[in-house]
């Protein structure tokens, strides 16, 4: 880790004193709390080593609001938080040294500020099974890393989004460096394995809250917890500012439930036209990160291009490193995989402008990727073919636009797919995400199908968007915006100094209690309810 600053590590210290002045009201407002009588005595455990280590990002502040409602309901909550208990964790992943240790000190001081003492469960090292087990391990290439199983756990793929994440890639180097951090990973899994199997068998909670559930430490945790038939929810940002998913399933690939009204009303139709409106300008953020402060029409000479072919095509990727592409590699290997086929695709249809677009995410400062689109552009001399243009993940040239100008618009498994149904364009997946498990676009079952597919659609004369289509995706947005996105903005503000990064707000803990979003977070840990707003 690079040293900081001392006006960072000032500013750094003013923040995270703000953070614990209120974390200290709050926990004196519920510590006068009578007990209920009807809550029980089964605790609710509260888990997320994979969001923070010395700043307040949105998931560890979602944590910890989760944990309030719960207890403000009267349940018992414990916070299980991460004690030097990894030989390397994902977020201490140091890219220009992958031999650095986790920077566990920041770490444990900022999370003994979060979490009330007496409500806490340390996780350390079993160091004895990681010596024993890492005999077993060493030599290893990545391929037989990642089908490593320990007592019945698929450790190696549990941990191989994380590895991915945290190198930035998807295709992974095999060399000593890379097989030594997976193997810090793998052993850590296998000592948290151990760690939670007595907690939980100790505890036996009603329930357990992890971040995302992708991560290997939430992983393992989850696997360990539905092994026991103990509820899990997981959590992750929602697509509002300061706004939160909690799912019973993968928070990254919730199901969203339409309802049985067949159609919006005008004032829901109305208050989504206006977050369009803001989207369809790039006026929107995730994650706290804003991809674009404003978007820019089409240049004239792409539509001078455009002029001289029979059609266009937009071609929109992903973040190949991406948690969502857990769920997505279903007809293809990964997205590269897809790629490839359509460098195919493209020689094939000379008649035919193919504007691919990188994913703005793909070059966001500290997050950058290190097996980019734009690599896969060049590598494979792209540039000088006559009937494909790219944009790379800085260009703020507006996708919408593009999408209106195209015939046909095809994605891996990126959101805008969704949008694009609504602007009335076909859209052809190749990969899955949460919203093709209802009509919203067109997902076929095999790689042969896709590949068909997208023949017949580029040829086609008369290609149109299925009724149901735009109606599900218009209910579908409007679903995750409105109902599943949980409003937590009552509670939380955007850091001043730290982008991504938030502070609480000085709110009175009591709101706690009527909140809607809290209401509706509480009765979806306690009674297993939807996670959905009325």
Same mark, same amino acid.
């Given at each position: 880790?690079?040293?900081?600053?001392?006006?960072?590590?000032? %500013?750094?210290?003013?923040?995270?004193?703000?953070?614990?002045?209120? /974390?200290?009201? $709050?926990?004196?407002?519920?510590?006068?709390?009578?007990?209920?009588? +009807?809550?029980?005595?089964?605790?609710?455990?509260?888990?997320?080593?994979?969001?923070?280590?010395?700043?307040? &990002?949105?998931?560890?502040?979602?944590?910890?609001?989760?944990?309030?409602?719960?207890?403000?309901?009267?349940?018992?909550?414990?916070?299980?938080?991460?004690?030097?208990?990894?030989?390397?964790?994902?977020?201490?992943? =140091?890219?220009?040294?992958?031999?650095?240790?986790?920077?566990?000190?920041?770490?444990?001081?900022?999370?003994?500020?979060?979490?009330?003492?007496?409500?806490?469960?340390?996780?350390?090292?079993?160091?004895?099974?990681? @010596?024993?087990? %890492?005999?077993?391990?060493?030599?290893?290439?990545?391929?037989?890393?990642?089908?490593?199983?320990?007592?019945?756990?698929?450790?190696?793929?549990?941990?191989?989004?994380?590895?991915?994440?945290?190198?930035?890639? !998807?295709? #992974?180097?095999?060399?000593?460096?890379?097989?030594?951090?997976?193997?810090?990973?793998?052993?850590?899994?296998?000592? #948290?394995?151990?760690?939670?199997?007595?907690?939980?068998?100790?505890?036996?909670?009603?329930?357990?809250? /992890?971040?995302?559930?992708?991560?290997?430490?939430?992983?393992?945790?989850?696997?360990?917890?539905?092994?026991?038939?103990?509820?899990?929810?997981?959590?992750?940002?929602?697509?509002?500012?300061?706004?939160?998913?909690?799912? !019973?399933?993968?928070?990254? *690939?919730?199901?969203?439930?339409?309802?049985?009204?067949?159609?919006?009303?005008?004032?829901?139709?109305?208050?989504?036209?206006?977050?369009?409106?803001? %989207? *369809?300008?790039?006026?929107?953020?995730?994650?706290?990160?804003?991809?674009?402060?404003?978007?820019?029409?089409?240049?004239?000479?792409?539509?001078?291009?455009?002029?001289?072919?029979?059609?266009?095509?937009?071609?929109?990727? =992903?973040? /190949?490193?991406?948690?969502?592409? $857990? !769920?997505?590699?279903?007809? *293809?290997?990964?997205?590269?995989?897809?790629?490839?086929?359509?460098?195919?695709?493209?020689?094939?249809?000379?008649?035919?402008?193919?504007?691919?677009?990188?994913?703005?995410?793909?070059?966001?400062?500290?997050?950058?990727?290190?097996?980019?689109?734009? +690599?896969?552009?060049?590598?494979?001399?792209?540039?000088?073919?006559?009937?494909? $243009?790219?944009?790379?993940?800085?260009?703020?040239? &507006?996708?919408?636009?593009?999408?209106?100008?195209? @015939?046909?618009?095809?994605?891996?498994?990126?959101?805008?797919?969704?949008?694009?149904?609504?602007?009335? @364009?076909?859209?052809?997946?190749?990969? %899955?995400?949460?919203?093709?498990?209802?009509?919203?676009?067109?997902?076929? +079952?095999?790689?042969?199908?896709?590949?068909?597919?997208?023949?017949?659609?580029?040829?086609?004369?008369?290609?149109?968007?299925?009724?149901?289509?735009?109606?599900?995706?218009? @209910?579908?947005?409007?679903?995750e915006l409105f109902r599943a996105s949980l409003d937590l903005s009552a509670f939380l503000r955007p850091s001043r100094s730290a982008p991504g990064m938030v502070d609480f707000s000085?709110?009175?803990?009591?709101?706690?209690?009527?909140?809607?979003?809290?209401?509706?977070?509480?009765?979806?840990?306690?009674?297993?309810?939807?996670?959905?707003?009325?």
């Amino acid at each position: 880790m690079k040293l900081k600053a001392p006006s960072n590590r000032l %500013r750094d210290a003013r923040a995270n004193a703000r953070v614990r002045r209120q /974390v200290d009201h $709050v926990e004196s407002y519920l510590s006068s709390l009578q007990p209920r009588a +009807d809550a029980g005595d089964d605790p609710v455990l509260f888990f997320n080593a994979s969001t923070r280590i010395h700043r307040l &990002s949105l998931n560890a502040a979602f944590g910890l609001l989760a944990s309030w409602a719960t207890r403000i309901g009267g349940v018992p909550t414990w916070n299980v938080y991460c004690h030097q208990g990894m030989q390397q964790c994902i977020l201490g992943t =140091n890219l220009q040294d992958l031999t650095a240790a986790p920077p566990c000190s920041r770490c444990i001081q900022f999370g003994t500020g979060l979490f009330q003492q007496d409500r806490t469960i340390s996780l350390t090292m079993n160091l004895r099974l990681i @010596k024993a087990l %890492r005999e077993e391990l060493s030599g290893q290439s990545l391929e037989s890393l990642s089908e490593w199983e320990y007592e019945g756990l698929p450790l190696g793929q549990l941990c191989l989004p994380g590895l991915r994440w945290a190198l930035r890639r !998807h295709h #992974l180097p095999d060399n000593a460096s890379v097989q030594e951090l997976y193997r810090k990973y793998l052993l850590s899994a296998a000592s #948290l394995s151990e760690s939670f199997t007595e907690i939980l068998q100790k505890r036996r909670p009603r329930a357990l809250v /992890v971040f995302n559930g992708i991560f290997y430490p939430e992983a393992v945790a989850r696997h360990v917890a539905l092994r026991m038939n103990i509820p899990v929810v997981t959590h992750e940002v929602g697509l509002r500012p300061m706004s939160a998913f909690f799912s !019973h399933e993968h928070a990254t *690939f919730r199901q969203v439930d339409l309802g049985n009204d067949s159609e919006l009303t005008p004032d829901q139709d109305h208050e989504l036209e206006k977050v369009l409106a803001d %989207r *369809f300008k790039g006026r929107f953020s995730m994650a706290g990160v804003r991809f674009w402060e404003e978007m820019e029409n089409l240049p004239g000479w792409l539509l001078e291009k455009m002029s001289h072919f029979r059609q266009t095509v937009s071609v929109f990727a =992903n973040v /190949v490193f991406d948690t969502s592409q $857990v !769920h997505a590699n279903v007809l *293809f290997d990964d997205m590269f995989d897809w790629l490839d086929e359509m460098r195919g695709v493209f020689e094939n249809h000379p008649e035919t402008l193919f504007v691919l677009r990188a994913h703005p995410d793909e070059d966001r400062p500290g997050k950058r990727s290190r097996e980019s689109v734009a +690599d896969w552009v060049g590598t494979n001399q792209l540039q000088g073919r006559n009937n494909v $243009v790219f944009f790379g993940a800085p260009d703020r040239v &507006s996708s919408y636009d593009l999408i209106r100008r195209s @015939k046909l618009v095809l994605i891996y498994n990126s959101s805008i797919g969704l949008e694009a149904s609504i602007l009335g @364009k076909p859209v052809l997946s190749a990969g %899955r995400a949460r919203f093709t498990r209802t009509p919203t676009v067109y997902l076929p +079952d095999t790689r042969q199908a896709y590949l068909e597919s997208l023949r017949r659609f580029i040829t086609s004369d008369d290609l149109e968007v299925p009724a149901d289509f735009i109606h599900n995706a218009r @209910k579908i947005l409007y679903v995750e915006l409105f109902r599943a996105s949980l409003d937590l903005s009552a509670f939380l503000r955007p850091s001043r100094s730290a982008p991504g990064m938030v502070d609480f707000s000085k709110f009175d803990p009591a709101t706690i209690e009527h909140d809607a979003s809290m209401q509706v977070i509480k009765s979806g840990i306690i009674r297993g309810a939807p996670f959905l707003l009325q």
